[in-house]
């Protein structure tokens, strides 16, 4: 059994949302129920199997955003569960989300590529879950968090917690389609960019409000050159020696560039 309960100041109508109950056998997913919560946000589902091996999921989409419960399991003996399903009222505006942080970890390639994989750590300051409003598929699939590309990027792999299922390649690069409720999400994508001649002026798009960047690039036969970036010690990180190039409190709608060589 369990409750609804929003968790946005001021709450908001928790009544008649489906929630639905998955079964999974050995992590692998079995069934599933479903239950209307009352008027206080309140379900319950009955006739479980309490044998070893089970396990229960409890999800529930409100307002377009999708929410689930930690996985549970019965202990010998125990006949009921308690979970509380936190929800959020959904927002239209991005005005709540920023970027506490992005890396941008380059490596040169033996083929005469460079690799890029950028790790981002955004934050909803908000009470609210922000869950775009441009659509951005024939599927009704919505942009939140929108991740710049620079041209001839190729290689694309998404990283940690982008998907196939929810990101989607656009003009400007990558949007993803996941709900943003508050708090911090960790974000990465992976790519590569030709360098064959020897230089490239890489780029990275200031999209959001960002407390920190760094450039981090592998080994030291390559050259970096950036009047915006501040040049830092060497850091030694899993994989090798990275220069450390970064900028603090950077505004959106601009761009950070260096010169590789």
Known sequence: KGQLVNKTQGGGDVSGVTVTLKTYVSDKEKESKEAKTDKE???QFTGLTMKQGYSYEATANYQGADYQSDRLTFATGEESKSV???VYTATTSEESIKL???HLLVSADADGKLQVEEYDIFINQGDKTYVGSK????DGKKA???FGL????SDLQYLLNLMDCCAVKAMEGVVD???IPPGPREMGLRYKIDSSGGNYNISWPVLYPTDGFELLVKGDGVQVASDQLIKGDMLTLEGGQYQH???KDIKPNTTLTAKLT
């Open 41 to 43: 946000g309140r379900f």
């Open 84 to 86: 509380e399903l936190a």
């Open 100 to 102: 506490q942080r992005a």
């Open 135 to 138: 659509q951005v598929s024939a």
């Open 144 to 146: 939140t968090l929108r």
């Open 150 to 153: 620079p041209s001839g990027a």
């Open 177 to 179: 389609s996941m709900a």
């Open 245 to 247: 190039y970064s900028a």
